[in-house]
């Protein structure tokens, strides 16, 4: 079962305009979210958090919304710049006893034209 | 500050040998977590060290794999007798204590011929 989701395997935009990534899980009790960029034959890059206290966190051209109701988060990018291109990862700490491992999602693969 | 380091970058092994694949945690850092990546996946926890114990191995499989981290050097994952399927990109990841950010190496390619 996947507790972690990312339901578009891809995205294509623009350079310049606005970057939307989603990602929803399954467990109420996920309690620290996280998003990665990752380039082709390297490890994931960490770009930003969030805790579930928050309903958003900025940095910079990224902003991650969660919407704790939903079960929904999702990453902004603006604007969005051809070096953005890669795959995107959510990922979840699934909190409680907190062993510490992140529970990722499948990906997601931004592609910004210029 | 020297970021995760894994070696080596890539491996290739037959059918039934031995993998062994090692990872420098960031300086500073005590926790080290290793995943595994399949084509077309994403990442898949396997297990959660401390220095010298092992605090969460959920995610590995029951035979042939184990991990270490000890006292003194980089952090180990072995792979005995490995199959085709275990075929994958295998990532090392550190954090210092008490932070969920977790910060990754550049992985290791195993191909098993």
């Known amino acids: 079962d996947q507790q972690v989701k990312q339901n578009s395997p891809s995205l294509s935009v623009q350079e310049g305009r606005i970057s939307i990534l989603n990602c929803d899980y399954t467990?109420?009790?996920?309690?620290?979210f996280l998003w990665y960029k990752k380039y082709p034959a390297e490890g994931p890059t960490f770009l930003i958090s969030i805790s579930s206290i928050k309903d958003k966190n900025e940095d910079g051209r990224f902003t991650v919304f969660l919407n704790k109701s939903a079960k929904h988060l999702s990453l902004h990018i603006v604007p969005s710049q051809p070096g953005d291109s890669a795959v995107y990862f959510c990922a979840a700490n699934p909190g409680s006893s907190n062993t510490g491992k992140l529970i990722f999602g499948q990906g997601t693969t931004l592609q910004v034209k210029p | 500050n020297a970021g995760v380091m894994q070696n080596p970058r890539h491996l290739v092994r037959r059918r039934g040998q031995e993998a062994r694949l090692r990872c420098s945690p960031m300086?500073?850092?005590?926790?080290v977590y290793w995943y595994r990546q399949l084509p077309e996946e994403g990442l898949k926890f396997m297990v959660y060290l401390q220095k010298e114990n092992i605090i969460d191995e959920s995610g590995m499989p029951k035979e042939r794999f184990s991990a270490e981290f000890p006292k003194e050097g980089p952090s180990i994952l072995r792979i005995q007798q490995v199959v085709r399927g275990d075929s994958a990109a295998y990532f090392c990841a550190s954090s210092p204590m008490d932070q969920n950010e977790q910060y990754f190496g550049p992985g290791t390619r195993l191909t098993v011929t």
């Open positions: 300086k500073g850092h005590s926790h």
């Open positions: 467990n109420s009790m996920f309690d620290y």
